[in-house]
């Protein structure tokens, strides 16, 4: 029995590895969430965004006015 070409070995190769990537994108596929919220704290996890919009954002929450004072605790002096 001859021993298999190198063409042949290549291709299985190259059908293990796209089997592989097909497994892998099964997996991040199968992936379910009951709220919106999983999702966001995911992608969040996964794709961490750039310094220079986390200092962005963090300066513009620092600049945000506190809420008013509920109307009912207006009402009762609290």
Known sequence: ??????ASRLRQEQRAEQAAQQQAQQTQAALEFEHAEEVLRHDRAQHPPPETLATRLKASVAATPPPPRPWWRRWLGR
């Open 1 to 6: 029995m001859e021993p298999d070409p190198p």
